[in-house]
T-cell receptor, first 112, second 114 residues
Framework: AQSVTQLGSHVSVSEGALVLLRCNYS??????LFWYVQYPNQGLQLLLK??????LVKGINGFEAEFKKSETSFHLTKPSAHMSDAAEYFC??????????FGTGTSLTVIP | DGGITQSPKYLFRKEGQNVTLSCEQN?????MYWYRQDPGQGLRLIYY???????QKGDIAEGYSVSREKKESFPLTVTSAQKNPTAFYLC?????????????FGDGTRLSIL
């Protein structure tokens, strides 16, 4: 089975600063990778996904992530944090059979 | 607009009571899932269904039951055997057999014990 590790359960950044949320996965085959965002008392919303092709993936709200096979990583970045980015972020990996494996989440705080 | 509807948004359970959480989707997805979310633990899979009239246990199925009589509906029953039911429950769906496609989520049901 896959496993997904999100380093840092809580991350704080100043408004306008770089956002970097880390995700590492374990996989013996090329994975499909996803980042989701969750606002309080809501479901998860897809930010971006990597399936095949270009390793730098752009998503909604100015977020992007880079798939690095050699590092088994899929870190999420945004050049300039906005107050509205404060939320919980989840990295996920899928494998055959429609099974998804989620990380434990990273709570992002944006300091004005 | 297509999507997933979970109801109710908030639910309270009395001791010894079974409660049912509703999940309906109009995305024409074959696969549906139930997750439990607790603070700091991410999402844990309770049950999933890949086709009508068939479902499989996830990692934490004990104390829960499901049915899949219609493609659009995947209700979850939290039974009295689930001793710690307080959590946020999320329903999701996806295109069957296409694991490069994301799961789509409802807005969740928050269950608490009275």
């Amino acid at each position: 089975a896959q496993s997904v590790t999100q380093l840092g359960s809580h991350v704080s950044v100043s408004e306008g600063a770089l956002v970097l949320l880390r995700c590492n996965y374990s996989s013996s085959v090329p994975p499909y990778l996803f980042w989701y965002v969750q606002y309080p008392n809501q479901g998860l919303q897809l930010l971006l996904k990597y399936t095949t092709g270009a390793t730098l993936v752009k998503g909604i709200n100015g977020f992007e992530a880079e798939f690095k096979k050699s590092e088994t990583s899929f870190h999420l970045t945004k050049p300039s944090a906005h107050m509205s980015d404060a939320a919980e972020y989840f990295c996920a990996v899928s494998e055959s059979g429609n099974q998804f494996y989620f990380g434990t989440g990273t709570s992002l705080t944006v300091i004005p | 607009d297509g999507g997933i509807t979970q109801s109710p948004k908030y639910l309270f359970r009395k001791e010894g009571q079974n409660v049912t959480l509703s999940c309906e989707q109009n995305l024409n997805h074959d696969a549906m899932y139930w997750y439990r979310q607790d603070p700091g633990q991410g999402l844990r899979l309770i049950y999933y269904s890949q086709i009508v009239n068939d479902f499989q246990k996830g990692d934490i199925a004990e104390g829960y039951s499901v049915s899949r009589e219609k493609k659009e509906s995947f209700p979850l029953t939290v039974t009295s055997a689930q001793k710690n039911p307080t959590a946020f429950y999320l329903c999701a769906s996806s295109i069957q057999g296409r694991n490069n496609q994301p799961q789509h989520f409802g807005d969740g049901t928050r269950l608490s014990i009275l």
